[in-house]
């Protein structure tokens, strides 16, 4: 029982002479687990924010017109993913006949953005488009067009009966040839034209034919032909009163996979800062 006393007595003593010449060092190793929490606390608020981007991160697929291709993939998409860094746009862009084609047979589109709203009611009125998202964004010109350097051989629209070869968008499916149709329809010039022409599977191919020379005239829209200033030339619009608007209306489907990043994404194309950039390349806001 002494020794025992004794050791007690002096394991208290050393505690005490601990505790009186190294009081700071104490202080210091009761302050080490504050800081140890906070960093856990910190990496734990870290990993649960990268949990919830990577919940929200998602793939946004769009089909749009051909003629919608340049201004999406070089500035409206890049401007979308830099506000929305959790959300990707990937896009298909071809005439908005065959895109309504592809979603009618299943394809997995979230948003359709087409060149004409005859594609967008067809595919509304057979419930594939979400109940109140269709949206008459833009409008754009159709504009008769011959390569560069011959120009002064045409002087209005209907001149183009006397080019010997003429590239039209085909009217079964591209909304430009459509229009094209109408147009010329109402002049009295389609049997005349269409015995001469090739027609293109989107307004791209038309477009092409004419820069390059194959085809001596087309009929396009006027924001396509803005994108070949130094290989065509725009010799006249069409009459006024010889065709309808080129409306082109954004819509998201109704079994959209990714239905919130679609309607940001749609929001963000109705927005001021988007506008402008459709407005840069030709187009016109819808009334």
């Known amino acids: 029982m002494k020794k025992t006393a004794?050791?007690?007595?002096?394991?208290?003593?050393?505690?005490?002479?601990?505790?009186?010449?190294?009081?700071?060092?104490?202080?210091?190793?009761?302050?080490?687990?504050?800081?140890?929490?906070?960093?856990?606390?910190?990496?734990?608020t870290a990993a649960a924010e990268t949990?919830?981007?990577?919940?929200?991160?998602q793939t946004v697929t769009i089909a749009a017109a051909a003629s919608l291709e340049k201004s999406l993939t070089?500035?409206?998409?890049?401007?979308?993913?830099?506000?929305?860094?959790?959300?990707?746009?990937?896009?298909t862009y071809d005439s908005s006949g065959k895109l309504q084609t592809q979603i009618e047979e299943g394809a997995p589109v979230d948003l359709f953005f087409?060149?004409?709203?005859?594609?967008?009611?067809?595919?509304?009125?057979?419930?594939?488009?979400?109940?109140?998202?269709?949206?008459?964004?833009l409008e754009n010109k159709i504009v008769f067009i011959v390569p560069k350097g011959e120009e002064g051989n045409y002087t209005a629209f209907e001149d183009i009966?006397?080019?010997?070869?003429?590239?039209?968008?085909?009217?079964?499916?591209?909304?430009?040839?459509?229009?094209?149709?109408?147009?010329?329809?109402?002049?009295n010039l389609w049997d005349e034209v269409s015995a001469k022409t090739s027609f293109g599977t989107n307004v791209t191919e038309v477009l092409n034919w004419v820069a390059e020379g194959s085809a001596k005239a087309g009929i396009v829209y006027a924001t396509d032909a803005a994108q070949k200033p130094d290989q065509v030339v725009v010799v006249a619009e069409a009459p006024e009163g010889s065709v309808k608007k080129a409306i082109y209306p954004i819509g998201i489907i109704k079994d959209s996979q990714n239905p919130e990043g679609a309607q940001k994404f749609a929001e963000f194309l109705q927005s001021d800062e988007a506008m402008e950039v459709f407005v840069k390349s030709g187009f016109a806001a819808a009334e």
């Open 6 to 44: 004794i050791t007690m007595a002096l394991i208290g003593f050393a505690a005490m002479a601990l505790t009186a010449c190294g009081g700071g060092k104490a202080a210091e190793t009761t302050a080490a687990p504050t800081t140890t929490a906070e960093v856990t606390t910190e990496a734990a």
């Open 51 to 57: 949990t919830a981007e990577a919940a929200e991160a």
């Open 74 to 91: 070089e500035e409206l998409i890049p401007m979308f993913e830099k506000k929305f860094p959790g959300i990707t746009i990937e896009g």
């Open 114 to 137: 087409s060149a004409a709203t005859k594609q967008m009611d067809a595919l509304n009125e057979k419930g594939m488009i979400a109940d109140g998202t269709v949206k008459n964004l």
């Open 161 to 187: 009966k006397n080019a010997e070869t003429i590239a039209l968008g085909d009217p079964e499916s591209v909304p430009v040839g459509q229009y094209s149709k109408e147009a010329l329809t109402n002049l």
